[in-house]
């Protein structure tokens, strides 16, 4: 049955739509954490170099291999894939790239339901929080992470309301349609949430010190703590096991720490860490690159799926700037100096320091904390999770295209009936998450394997696919092809060579720290982390992690029975149009 081919209204749509879906809870989250976890200027130096040879060359390559794709007809990742590389596994392949953003949307949804509610909460004075063991409370009763299936109750303070909500209003957005939802939401979306940041940040940045009892506690020494490139730390000469140095920001902070090292006794020592020595980390390369794959959402399989409803003639190059440097603004300009240095100002560096790299920690546990305190805090607490819950709705429904776009092409059906499809799938999904909630496992554990493990995977795969598959010549002039820009020539080598070469070194750190618990920085020497334990560790598996896992393999089979039998993935192998 022949189905009307899909388009977006405009350009400036389509740019949105793009920096929507990268635009998310980690530009406000998860970098700032980042960036002071691992030295601030130091890490922005890893950053910078990693979104050159990491997040614009597969950036653009998905743009490209997306528009190249629709041009025969082609608008899943499956499609895309077969019609690039030629081959018959080549579709297979593909499916990695729907299970990634269908998968995280299932958890990520549960957090998007989290800020709405956090967010209406404060603003219906419902939320009143005086400490820091009341704030990990409430968090704790209202995701569920008590035991499992407590989240699954009716009430303003647990996030199941507000999940039924957010799922539904998701799916009412892709039902539309990508001009009539996606792009539409977008457009109002992404200005209200820049206006939200700002407003945000004017109260930031003139707080000053709010507690005369603490003056080092400032607006400005949280800045400091998140952008100094040199880092000076207080520790003892013989700390005891675990124990971590101190840091120290702001002059007068420091010439206390100097005199408090000098009446020591020799107990207490100071030193300045430098940015070559902070770059001598391979953590903080880790995390730099980590962040590139959730900040502008290459590797997710949104990009080549929202590039192949462009037009023949439509631009690639320079909207693919624009959308990553819409994204970039955002994370930095904005989420870099709101969060971090309000946490400093009334939390004190110690008490951020524990959180900084824990999204959930910062923003759920902390950030509430800060609210509470500050002057007409319900106000701007609601304020800072509306904009949550905006960036996170943008990127929640461009994970869903992909799925559309995927049972659409697989199964030959309409948008009306993928939409069911998909939905009666992710219900499940979700269901099965919101269930799980003890300790956050089912979420800690797709998040882990998903949402990090197969986006690695993924981004590797397509820019060897642009590179090599599809060649660099084929590859520039489908760039070129329109483009209101020229890629720079440097990027040839870049993308052929020192792109994938990065990927798989950077890669290959991230298993041998994270799953196989080699860091010889942190003097761990081969102890396999909690994510292999609680498939394989026997007494200390998790059921809720092996059936988590259980879960993906059962949707990757799923989703391979559907491209097996469909006949536009044979057409799409051999490089021919899709018929429809």
């Known amino acids: 049955m022949s189905q009307k081919k899909e388009a977006w209204g405009s350009r ?24 002071a976890q691992y030295g601030g200027g130091a890490f922005m130096l890893a950053y910078a170099i990693s979104f050159l040879i990491i997040g614009l060359p597969i950036g653009w390559a998905e743009w490209a291999m997306g528009r190249h794709a629709g041009q025969l007809g082609y608008n899943s990742a499956p499609g895309a894939f077969a019609c690039i590389m030629r081959n018959r596994w080549a579709k297979y392949l593909g499916i990695i790239a729907v299970i990634v953003p269908v998968v995280i949307y299932m958890y990520y949804v549960m957090i998007e339901a989290w800020c709405l509610g956090y967010a209406v909460n ?4 419902k939320l009143s929080l005086h400490d820091a063991k009341e704030t990990v409370g409430y968090f704790a009763g209202f995701v569920g992470a008590a035991k499992d299936a407590s989240a699954m109750t009716f009430s303003w303070h647990a996030a199941l309301p507000w999940l039924i909500g957010v799922f539904v209003f998701n799916f009412y957005l892709i039902y539309r349609g990508l001009s009539g939802g996606i792009e539409k939401m977008c457009k109002i979306a992404m200005p209200t949430l820049i206006v939200l ?26 800045l400091g703590y998140l952008w100094n490139p040199t880092k000076v730390m207080v520790s003892k000469t013989q700390p005891a096991a675990g124990e971590k140095p101190r840091e120290v920001v702001g002059s007068a902070a420091i010439a206390e720490a100097k005199a408090e090292v000098a009446a020591s006794g020799g107990s207490l020592e100071l030193r300045e860490v430098g940015v070559i020595e902070q770059l001598a980390n391979p953590s903080l390369w880790l995390a730099a690159a980590g962040q590139i794959f959730f900040s502008l959402s ?5 990009i080549i799926v929202y590039a192949s409803y462009l037009r023949k ?10 959308a990553s440097s819409t994204n970039e603004v955002c994370e930095v300009a904005l989420g870099g100096l709101i969060t971090v240095p309000a946490a400093v100002a009334f939390m004190g560096i110690a008490s951020v320091a524990g959180v900084a790299g824990s999204s959930v920690g910062l923003g759920f546990k902390v950030l509430p904390l800060v609210f509470a305190q500050m002057p007409f805090g319900m106000f701007f607490g609601g304020a800072f999770f509306f904009m949550l819950f905006l960036a996170a709705v943008t990127s929640s429904i461009s994970m869903l295209q992909p799925g559309i776009a995927f049972v659409e092409e697989a199964l030959g059906v309409g948008r009306r009936a993928s939409v069911a499809i998909l939905g009666l799938l992710t219900t499940f999904g979700t269901g099965f998450v ?4 003890g300790d956050l496992k089912a979420l800690d554990t797709l998040d882990f394997w998903v949402g990090t493990f197969l986006i690695f995977i993924l981004a590797t795969i397509q820019i060897i696919m642009f590179g090599w598959s599809w060649g660099i010549e084929k590859g ?16 040839r080598p870049i993308m052929k060579w020192i792109c994938p070469g990065f990927l798989l070194i950077i890669f290959a750190m991230w298993l041998m720290k994270e799953v196989f618990g080699y860091d010889l920085a942190a003097g761990k020497t081969g102890e ?17 992690a092996q059936l988590s896992v259980a879960m993906v393999l059962a949707i990757f089979v799923f989703f391979g029975l559907m491209t097996a039998r469909s006949h536009a993935y044979a057409r799409a192998q051999k490089g021919l149009p899709k018929n429809d």
């Open 12 to 35: 400036l749509g389509v740019i949105m739509a793009v920096a929507g879906s990268a635009v998310g809870l980690g530009n406000f989250l998860r970098f700032p954490g980042l960036a």
């Open 122 to 125: 404060f603003w219906s004075g």
């Open 197 to 222: 940041a700002l407003l945000l940040l004017v109260r930031v940045l003139t707080l000053g010190a709010p507690d005369p009892a603490r003056p080092h506690d400032t607006v400005g020494n949280g």
């Open 298 to 302: 290459v590797g997710f399989g949104v």
């Open 313 to 322: 003639n439509d631009d690639v190059v320079l909207s693919g700037l624009t």
């Open 434 to 437: 919101l269930y799980f909630t």
């Open 476 to 491: 520039f002039s489908e760039l070129h092809h329109g483009a209101a820009i020229r890629v720079p020539w440097v990027f």
């Open 528 to 544: 396999y982390s909690y994510y292999i334990t609680d498939l394989f560790g026997g007494d200390k598996a998790s059921n809720a």
